[in-house]
Protein backbone atom coordinates (compact mmCIF):
# COMPACT_ATOMS: atom_id res chain seq x y z
CA UNK A 1 0.00 0.00 0.00
CA UNK A 2 1.42 3.44 -1.03
CA UNK A 3 1.79 6.36 1.29
CA UNK A 4 2.79 9.99 0.94
CA UNK A 5 3.23 12.27 3.96
CA UNK A 6 3.97 15.52 3.59
CA UNK A 7 5.81 18.16 5.87
CA UNK A 8 7.42 20.92 6.46
CA UNK A 9 4.22 23.77 5.71
CA UNK A 10 3.54 26.50 8.30
CA UNK A 11 3.68 30.43 8.42
CA UNK A 12 6.14 32.67 6.95
CA UNK A 13 6.74 36.05 5.80
CA UNK A 14 6.83 37.24 2.74
CA UNK A 15 10.36 36.55 0.58
CA UNK A 16 10.87 34.08 2.96
CA UNK A 17 11.28 30.21 2.39
CA UNK A 18 10.06 27.06 3.22
CA UNK A 19 11.02 23.27 2.35
CA UNK A 20 8.34 20.88 2.40
CA UNK A 21 8.56 17.03 2.24
CA UNK A 22 6.66 14.04 1.27
CA UNK A 23 8.07 10.98 2.33
CA UNK A 24 6.98 7.92 0.12
CA UNK A 25 6.06 4.02 1.19
CA UNK A 26 5.16 1.34 -0.46
CA UNK A 27 6.37 2.57 -3.94
CA UNK A 28 7.89 -0.88 -5.83
CA UNK A 29 10.57 1.29 -8.20
CA UNK A 30 11.68 4.75 -9.14
CA UNK A 31 9.73 4.27 -11.94
CA UNK A 32 6.99 6.78 -10.28
CA UNK A 33 6.85 10.44 -11.25
CA UNK A 34 6.57 12.87 -7.97
CA UNK A 35 4.36 15.65 -8.38
CA UNK A 36 3.52 18.79 -6.02
CA UNK A 37 0.15 20.29 -6.70
CA UNK A 38 -1.89 23.65 -4.54
CA UNK A 39 -4.74 23.91 -3.66
CA UNK A 40 -6.51 27.45 -2.13
CA UNK A 41 -9.64 28.64 -0.61
CA UNK A 42 -12.09 28.93 -3.56
CA UNK A 43 -9.79 28.20 -6.52
CA UNK A 44 -8.91 24.64 -8.08
CA UNK A 45 -6.02 22.71 -7.47
CA UNK A 46 -3.29 23.42 -9.27
CA UNK A 47 0.23 21.88 -10.33
CA UNK A 48 3.42 23.27 -8.66
CA UNK A 49 6.03 21.13 -10.07
CA UNK A 50 6.73 17.30 -11.18
CA UNK A 51 9.92 15.43 -11.25
CA UNK A 52 10.91 11.97 -12.51
CA UNK A 53 11.95 9.99 -9.94
CA UNK A 54 14.62 7.66 -11.96
CA UNK A 55 16.63 10.47 -13.71
CA UNK A 56 15.54 13.91 -11.99
CA UNK A 57 13.59 15.54 -15.15
CA UNK A 58 11.39 18.27 -13.38
CA UNK A 59 9.05 20.27 -14.98
CA UNK A 60 7.42 23.39 -12.78
CA UNK A 61 4.36 25.62 -13.26
CA UNK A 62 5.22 29.19 -15.15
CA UNK A 63 4.06 30.62 -11.55
CA UNK A 64 6.65 29.20 -9.44
CA UNK A 65 9.68 28.99 -11.94
CA UNK A 66 12.98 29.89 -10.71
CA UNK A 67 11.33 30.41 -6.64
CA UNK A 68 10.76 26.87 -6.71
CA UNK A 69 12.78 23.51 -6.66
CA UNK A 70 11.68 19.61 -6.77
CA UNK A 71 14.41 17.36 -6.10
CA UNK A 72 14.28 13.78 -4.29
CA UNK A 73 16.67 12.00 -1.89
CA UNK A 74 16.59 8.02 -3.14
CA UNK A 75 17.80 6.75 0.01
CA UNK A 76 15.01 8.51 2.19
CA UNK A 77 12.53 7.83 -0.31
CA UNK A 78 11.66 11.52 0.28
CA UNK A 79 10.99 14.51 -2.14
CA UNK A 80 11.28 17.76 -1.59
CA UNK A 81 9.71 21.03 -2.84
CA UNK A 82 12.16 24.16 -2.37
CA UNK A 83 10.13 27.31 -1.71
CA UNK A 84 11.98 30.57 -1.91
CA UNK A 85 10.85 34.29 -2.50
CA UNK A 86 7.36 33.06 -1.22
CA UNK A 87 4.68 35.75 -1.74
CA UNK A 88 0.91 36.20 -0.06
CA UNK A 89 -0.59 34.16 -3.37
CA UNK A 90 1.28 31.62 -2.67
CA UNK A 91 -0.85 30.84 0.21
CA UNK A 92 -2.41 27.40 -0.39
CA UNK A 93 -2.93 23.35 0.93
CA UNK A 94 0.25 21.88 -0.63
CA UNK A 95 -0.02 18.36 -1.77
CA UNK A 96 2.45 15.66 -3.16
CA UNK A 97 0.91 13.25 -5.49
CA UNK A 98 2.61 9.78 -7.18
CA UNK A 99 1.91 8.97 -11.11
CA UNK A 100 2.79 5.56 -12.52
CA UNK A 101 3.71 7.71 -15.69
CA UNK A 102 6.73 7.84 -18.37
CA UNK A 103 5.99 11.56 -18.66
CA UNK A 104 5.20 14.41 -15.84
CA UNK A 105 1.59 14.69 -15.50
CA UNK A 106 0.28 18.40 -14.90
CA UNK A 107 -3.45 16.81 -14.48
CA UNK A 108 -4.30 16.08 -11.07
CA UNK A 109 -6.45 13.32 -12.55
CA UNK A 110 -3.25 11.35 -14.02
CA UNK A 111 -2.24 11.29 -10.95
CA UNK A 112 -2.44 7.54 -9.27
CA UNK A 113 -1.61 8.54 -4.94
CA UNK A 114 -1.92 11.63 -2.58
CA UNK A 115 -0.62 12.82 0.75
CA UNK A 116 -2.93 15.03 2.77
CA UNK A 117 -1.79 17.73 2.50
CA UNK A 118 -0.18 20.38 4.37
CA UNK A 119 -1.13 24.28 4.65
CA UNK A 120 1.33 26.74 3.54
CA UNK A 121 0.40 30.52 4.66
CA UNK A 122 2.65 33.65 3.32
CA UNK A 123 1.60 37.04 5.30
CA UNK A 124 2.24 40.42 3.59
Known amino acids: QVHLVESGGGLVQAGGSLRLSCAAS????????MGWFRQAPGKEREFVAG????????YYADSVKGRFAISRDNAKNTAYLQMNSLQPEDTAVYYC?????????????????WGQGTQVTVSS
Open 51 to 58: LRWSGGTT
Open 97 to 113: AAADRVYIPTRGSEYDY
Open 26 to 33: GLTSYKYI
